[in-house]
Nanobody, 125 residues
């Protein structure tokens, strides 16, 4: 049963923008926290942004603050990641994650029970 489906990845030149979407269904549709992670080749998966679906609280990695914006449309069970001013170092596979409980560290991958398959973002210089 598919629960998180990402879309919107692609290839873009540095300075450009992309918007990623993550649609939740089934068990994941009841998640309270949803987040975006990314993983570049040879590197660990890192937290990019997180959002509380009820009150809209947001959290960001320092590396993307001021450039990326996470938002949600609860009626559509969808979370978005607007990525502006993209840099080559943003190149990675981006994953959506969800859970019903808050963790002390939103960037901890172990805090999320459900993951999507990922969508590739490539930024060319």
């Amino acid at each position: 049963q598919v629960q998180l489906v990402e879309s919107g990845g692609g290839s873009v030149q540095a300075g450009g923008f992309l918007r990623l979407s993550c649609a939740a269904s089934g068990y994941a549709a009841g998640s309270i926290y949803m987040a975006w992670f990314r993983q570049a080749p040879g590197k660990e998966r890192e937290g990019v942004a997180c959002i509380h679906r009820s009150d809209g609280s947001t959290y960001y990695a320092d590396s993307v603050k001021g450039r990326f914006t996470i938002s949600r449309d609860n009626a559509k069970n969808t979370v978005y990641l607007q990525m502006n001013s993209l840099k080559s170092e943003d190149t990675a596979m981006y994953y959506c994650a969800a859970d019903k409980r808050w963790a002390m560290d939103w960037t901890d991958t172990r805090a999320y029970a459900t993951w999507g398959q990922g969508t590739q973002v490539t930024v060319t210089s």
